[in-house]
């Protein structure tokens, strides 16, 4: 093994996400230098998720700190990986799982294993001077490096932000062929709608949810579709724009119920909700979370001809997906690193979904850092969509400018 592959040191340290709590920033030091990674965090996180480790004391920032996860990076995986190989990904994750020996990596904590695992990967292609994305193509054995189209999502509702609307996010998916004309059509629709929401509810209506959408004051699903329809009449672009809606429905599910502000639903009826709304809308290509993570039977008798996407059914984790399948509960699946918490494992995930002929919608989580990882990991496994909050923002924008770039280098 060359000196410059091999780990000399693992250390972490606390940071604030895009929301102001407690994360953590992840170094690996290799011969060839210092690489880190930071770790995001999920407000709306489905009750299957590998386990974050939040240190519970009180008098830190409200009990959310991540002093624990720092100190299970610095002081048991750092020593156990000193001297490995960074290129051996599989080997390095397998061992913080040994390490962890839970179901659910509740130990160590998915959010510590999950810094380590990114910043791993992200040593292995530096040390090589290859791009992360190429890295991560040879890792998940792909060849069909391309550029996944964008969901935007502009309008945020449920768990992201503090208004009326139920469903959590609304995405805008322009139809271009390049990924920059895509962006630059979605920067258009938003500023759009931010004037349209001004002028029809008031200056608050611009107050952003935690994803860089708009959390204007609406009750109902037809109406932020509504308000997307007029913004996109308005900027009249060139392609036609899809949507796809986060239902997010665990949120509001409850001993069998679906409990809304537009009434409580079984999920026959929000079935029949769904297929109206989809009918005055055919826009609308995907719903994520269309019911709740436990409820089988709701996404069983389910029928739709676009995207049935499961992310908090399936956390990116194979054991899930593979009942999913046996079930045939979805045809879709959110991919999001930190819920199984290793590369590896995520990797696994996504070549499950290949096989089973499932979309990919590779995603951010609410509290973001900076960190472009996700974008060169969509590109590098040949992710068919990609959704990282509104074009707006600076933890947003740094996952969306890096595929612009990656767009470029592809073209070259």
């Known amino acids: 093994m060359a000196e410059k592959y091999k780990i000399k040191k693992v250390f972490a340290r606390e940071i604030l996400d895009s929301r102001g709590n407690p994360t953590l920033e992840v170094g690996v030091a290799v011969g060839a230098g210092d690489f880190f990674a930071g770790v995001p965090s999920g407000a709306s996180t489905g ?201 997010a429905s665990s949120q509001f599910f409850n001993s069998g119920k679906y409990n809304t502000r537009m009434g409580s639903f079984d999920g026959a009826n929000l079935a029949g909700f769904y297929a109206q709304l989809i009918s005055q809308y055919p826009q609308i290509i995907g719903l994520e979370d269309p019911f709740a993570e436990d409820d089988w039977a709701g996404w069983q008798g389910f029928s739709f001809t676009g995207m049935v996407i499961g992310d908090d059914l399936l956390v990116t984790n194979p054991q899930r997906m593979k009942e999913a399948k046996e079930k045939k509960a979805c045809n879709a699946m959110i991919l999001k690193i930190n819920q199984i918490g290793t590369v590896s494992e995520a990797l696994e995930a996504a070549a499950l979904a290949k096989n089973y002929g499932w979309k990919i919608i590779v995603s951010h989580r609410s509290g973001e850092t900076n960190d472009d990882f996700i974008a060169d990991f969509a590109v590098g496994i040949g992710a068919d969509f990609i959704k990282t909050g509104a074009p707006a923002r600076g933890e947003r924008l740094a996952k969306y400018n890096r595929l612009a770039k990656i767009e470029i280098e592809l073209n070259e």
Do not use: W
Request: charged residues 25%.
């Open 47 to 247: 009750v299957y998720e590998a386990a974050e480790l939040r240190d519970g004391d009180l008098a830190r920032y409200g009990g959310k700190g991540v002093l624990k996860a720092v100190a299970n990076v610095n002081s048991i995986i750092n020593p156990e990986l000193i001297g490995m190989d960074c290129r051996r990904q599989q080997e390095i994750d397998q061992k913080m799982r040994e390490i962890d020996a839970t179901p659910n990596k509740v130990r160590l904590g998915a959010n510590a294993m999950c810094g380590v695992s990114l910043a791993i990967a992200r040593a292995a292609a530096g040390s090589q001077k290859t791009p992360l994305y190429r890295y991560v193509a040879k890792l998940a054995k792909n060849k069909n490096v391309a550029l996944p189209k964008p969901c935007f999502n502009v309008i945020n509702g449920g768990a992201h932000a503090g208004g009326d609307l139920d469903f959590q996010e609304f995405m805008i998916m322009p139809q271009a062929g390049k990924f920059i004309d895509n962006l630059r059509i979605a920067s258009e629709v938003y500023h759009q709608l931010k004037k349209d929401l001004v002028a029809k509810y008031g200056k608050s209506s611009a107050n952003l949810g935690d994803e860089g959408g708009f959390a204007p004051p609406l009750n109902a699903p037809k109406e932020a579709l509504d308000c997307l329809c007029a913004a996109i009449a308005i900027v009249q672009p060139p392609v036609p724009v899809k949507f796809i809606i986060d239902v």
